[in-house]
C-alpha cells in the first residue's frame, strides 16, 4: 500500500546560508497534509493497524496538538474512525480543528495525563479500538525516518549535521532511523530542546558514561529504566509547550548514546525560539511554531554551531534543518511573542550545549532584530 | 542549459478542499527563489542574455518588488552584473534584499516612472547593458509557463480552472503559454485583480467583440493598439502595490481572447485581499502578500466561484490556484490590515466579474473571521 505522506521540499535557505556561510537546507515538514513531520510516523503506524485489524478499527489518541491532528487527517484519508482525547479548558479551535478532520473529540479531565487515561480506559474496554502512540514506537520512527531517505535522495553529500527539536523523541527518532537505513551513521545529529523541556538533554546526560557523574539540576528526577539508561523525568515548565513531554523514550535515547556520529544535545531559552519564530517569518514568510523555531535557533546566534559541532563551518558544508511545522501559532502569537520581549527586563541568556553553558547575551537587547520595524 | 528556477510543490488544502466541497491545489511559488514565481522567467531571460551577450551583459531592471530580487539573483547565480533601479522613499530592507543579492542598487527618482525613465537611460548609454523585462516578453512567459508543466505532470486530470493574480500580466501569460504547451487549452483559467489595479479587467472587456460595446469608468483611458486590441490606460489606485501596473502587455490580452478554454476577469475590493492573506496565515500558515492572496479570496466568499465559472463545484472537480508569492508582506503588515479593516465604516463590498458585479456583504461585519481571536 503506498504511503499516504508527501515527499516534501528541500530547500536550500539564501536567508541562513548567507548567514553561515555554508549551504542551509529546510527540510519543509510544515508541507504535510496535517501540517506537520507527525503525519508521516503516525499514519504508518495506522495504515498499518489497518492492514491488521480492518476498516472497523477505530483509532484512539490523547491529543490537543499535532499528533492528534496527524491521526486524524491519517484516519480520515483512511476512511477510519479515529477518537481524539484532549482536555478541558483548550480553546474551542483545537476541538474545531479536530473535527473539521473527521475526529470524534472527547474532553477528559484536567490536563494531559488525564486525557491519556481517558485514552487509555477507552482502548481498554473497546475491543476494536487501538491506541496510536505519539512518539514512542518503532513504527512511528520508521515512518518519520523517510524523511532523512528523501534528504538523501537530494543531496550529493551527507551533511555536516542534521539539526531537530525533540518533545518525547518521536522526530529524532526518525532522524536516527533514517540516518541509518541511509548509510549516514556517521552524521552528527543536533537534538534541540528549550530549557523548561529539556527532559531529553539530562537523559542523554545522565546517561552517558562519564567521570565524574552528571549532575542534573533540582527539578530533574533520575529514573533509572535500564543498565544503561536513566531517564530525565521532569515537569515541564516551558512556553514552548509542543516540546513538552516529562520524559523521552527510552529507546530513542540508546539510539541515541550509539549513534556513532554522536547526538549533541542543546537547549536554549524560549525567548530565543520565541524571536527565531518572528524571524523565520519576517524572511521565509513561513509561521512556524516555537517548538519548530527552536531548530533554527542556533543559527541566528553567531558561533553557536561552532561550539555545538566542535568545528567551524566551511562554504563546502551543509546543514539540514528538519522544519518540523505545526500548526500552534498565529500572526497574533508572533505579535505576543515581540511585545513580551520587549517588555522583559534585561536578562543573560545561555544556550546549554552537551553540558556545558555558552552566554550569549542580555536581551531585549541581544535581539537588534526587534528593532527591525 | 539547465533552468535555474526550482520545481515548487503542488499541496492540496485540506482547507479550502473542505470549503469548496473539491479537490483544491496550491502551486506553491513562494517556495520559487527569490520567493516568487517571477524567478521562473526572468532567470531564463537572463540565461539567454548570458548565451547571446556573455560574462560581460550587464542586466538592468527598474523594480522595488520581486521582480528586481528576481533578475538580481539569477544574475547573480550566472555570475553577471545587475543594476536594479529603485525610486527614493522605500524602505531600507527592499535595498538590502537587492544587495544582499549581489545587485547594485540605484535610487533614482520619486516613482516608477522616474526610475524606469533612468533604467532606460543606462541601457542607451552602455553597450553591455541589457533591459530585463519584468513581464512584457515571450521569453519571461515561457519561463513562466513551466509552472503549469509541473502542475500537469502532477494531476491526474485537468482542473476545473487555474486562477491568478494579474498585475502587467507576466504571471498570465505563462499560465496561458504553459496551458498551450500540456495540452489545457480548454481549461478556464481565472485572472484576478483589485478594483484599483483593474487595468487587465477592462482591457479584456474593451478588446472582447460586444454589443452594446463596453464602456469602462471614468478612470480608464481606452488607447487601442491594434485592430483587435484596445488597452486600458488606469492610474493604479490599490493598496495591493504589486498589481499596480498602468496598462498589461498587449500580446497576453490577445492571449486571453484566443484562449479556447476562456479567461474570465475578476477584481475584487482590496479589504477582500488583506482578509484573504490573514486568513492564509492563520490556516496554511505562510505570509503571502495582498498580490498573491487576491488569487484565493473566491474560495473564501461563498457562491463566487459558481458564477465565475459559470457552474457549480463538485467533488470530482479540481482547482489550482497559482500561489505567485513574493516578500512584501510581514507579521506587521497583517496586524495593520486587522486593525484598519475593523475600523473602516459599515461599506457594502462587490466583486466585478466579467463585466456584472456581485454583492458580497457589508465590511467589517463580513469577515466573521475576524472574531476569531
Redesign the interface.
Known amino acids: 500500500m503506498p504511503h499516504l505522506w508527501?515527499r516534501?521540499?528541500l530547500?536550500r535557505s539564501?536567508h541562513l546560508s548567507?548567514l553561515l556561510g555554508c549551504s542551509v537546507y529546510l527540510k519543509?515538514e510544515?508541507?504535510q497534509?496535517s501540517?506537520s513531520f507527525k503525519y508521516r510516523g503516525l499514519s504508518l503506524f495506522i495504515q498499518e493497524a489497518f492492514e491488521k485489524h480492518g476498516e472497523s478499527v477505530h483509532l484512539i489518541i490523547a491529543s490537543s496538538g499535532n499528533a492528534g491532528l496527524a491521526a486524524a487527517?491519517a484516519s480520515q484519508e483512511l476512511g477510519l474512525r479515529c477518537t481524539v482525547y484532549i482536555h478541558e479548558g483548550l480553546?474551542p479551535?483545537v476541538r474545531m480543528g479536530l473535527e473539521?478532520?473527521g475526529a470524534n473529540v472527547v474532553v477528559h479531565g484536567h490536563n494531559y495525563p488525564d486525557a491519556f487515561l481517558g485514552a487509555t480506559a477507552h482502548v481498554e474496554r473497546e475491543p476494536g479500538a487501538v491506541m496510536v502512540p505519539a512518539y514512542d514506537h518503532p513504527t512511528v520512527w520508521s515512518g518519520h525516518g523517510s524523511m532523512i531517505e528523501e534528504i538523501a535522495a537530494e543531496l550529493p553529500n551527507p551533511p555536516k549535521a542534521i539539526l531537530c527539536s525533540v518533545g518525547g523523541g518521536g522526530l529524532l527518532g526518525g532522524v536516527l532511523v533514517g540516518c541509518d537505513k541511509v548509510g549516514w551513521e556517521n552524521v552528527p545529529v543536533v537534538a534541540l530542546e528549550t530549557h523548561g523541556s529539556a527532559c531529553f538533554y539530562h537523559s542523554l546526560l545522565l546517561s552517558r558514561p562519564s567521570d565524574p557523574p552528571y549532575v542534573p539540576p533540582d527539578f530533574v528526577t533520575p529514573v533509572k529504566v535500564s543498565d544503561r539508561i536513566t531517564l530525565a523525568k521532569i515537569v515541564p515548565n516551558s512556553r514552548v509547550s509542543s516540546l513538552g513531554a516529562s520524559s523521552p523514550a527510552k529507546e530513542v535515547v540508546e539510539m541515541a548514546l550509539d549513534h556513532p556520529g554522536t547526538v549533541k544535545c542543546v537547549t536554549v531559552p524560549d525567548e530565543l525560539s520565541m524571536l527565531a519564530a518572528?524571524r523565520i517569518?519576517?524572511e521565509h514568510?513561513?509561521?512556524?511554531e516555537t517548538a519548530c523555531s527552536t531548530t533554527i535557533v542556533p543559527a541566528y546566534h553567531e558561533g553557536t554551531l561552532e561550539r555545538i559541532l566542535g568545528a567551524p563551518l566551511t562554504p563546502d558544508d551543509s546543514l539540514v534543518f528538519i522544519v518540523c511545522g505545526g500548526?500552534k501559532?498565529?500572526?497574533?502569537e508572533?505579535?505576543e511573542y515581540k511585545s513580551d520581549i520587549k517588555q522583559m527586563p534585561p536578562t543573560k541568556v545561555y544556550m546549554n550545549i552537551e553540558g556545558d553553558s555558552m552566554y550569549l547575551g542580555e536581551l531585549p537587547v541581544l535581539s537588534s532584530f526587534l528593532t527591525?520595524?
Open positions: 508527501t516534501t521540499p530547500i539564501r548567507r519543509l510544515t508541507l497534509p501540517q487527517c480553546h479551535d473539521d478532520v518572528m517569518a519576517a514568510k513561513f509561521l512556524v500548526t501559532i498565529s500572526v497574533e508572533l505579535e527591525m520595524g
